[in-house]
């Protein structure tokens, strides 16, 4: 196996108290899945995650915590996103409507708008999302 050194790093939301909820869901094994704006992966100049594709989940100190294999990937409107993968992304999501209005505030927070170069950036039906299932391969640390 590869070591985590060589495998691209693998980053929920910003660093702080959201990243670490996340890795820690990660971790419990309660999400498996996470949704991106396809904006965001542009903006980073970020290719998209293909199934099969390993990376090391990192913690909001950069320490790798885990391999992931990303077991699938779609792009798709924001207004298609079902109550499987809401509740997949195990955050206690009890509907779509809870799950896209958190990520709403989320993807509309100033750290996001400004990565994205747009202060006034709003998402609609239409917005283009990554949705993406993964599976822990290992754990490290």
């Known amino acids: 196996m590869t070591t985590d050194d060589d495998l691209p790093p693998y980053l929920l939301g910003f660093p702080g108290p959201l990243r670490d909820r996340l890795v820690a869901a990660v971790l419990s094994g309660a999400k498996t899945s996470t949704t991106g ?10 290719p998209l995650p293909v199934a099969g594709q390993r990376t090391a ?15 699938d990937v779609r792009v798709l409107p924001l ?8 509740l997949a992304e195990g955050e206690g999501y009890a509907s779509v ?23 006034g950036f709003t998402v609609d039906d239409g917005t283009p999302v990554v949705t993406e299932r993964f599976r822990i391969v290992e754990r490290l640390g």
């Open 37 to 46: 704006l396809l904006a965001g992966y542009e903006a980073e100049g970020e």
């Open 57 to 71: 989940l990192l913690d909001s100190a950069a320490c790798p915590v885990a391999v992931l294999e990303v077991t």
């Open 79 to 86: 207004g298609e996103v079902d109550l499987e993968h809401a």
């Open 97 to 119: 409507a809870e799950w896209r209005s958190s990520h709403e505030e989320f993807w509309h927070g100033a750290e996001l708008r400004e990565l994205l170069g747009d202060p």
